[in-house]
């Protein structure tokens, strides 16, 4: 078990660096939606996305 109590702060941290590094991606992923939904709005096509 000492093992177990060792490795379970790295691992929570670990899950949490990825949770975050993941909900960024979502954030910019959204955020490109939002663009590509506004200019399609707009009837221009987005040249960057």
Aim: charged share 20%; glycine share 8%.
């Amino acid at each position: 078990m000492p093992k177990f109590k060792k490795w379970i702060p790295a691992y929570a941290g670990m899950t949490a660096g990825v949770g975050r590094c993941f909900q960024m991606k979502t954030v910019v992923n959204d955020i490109k939606k939002v663009v590509v939904y506004i200019a399609g709005k707009m009837n221009t096509k987005p040249s960057a996305y």
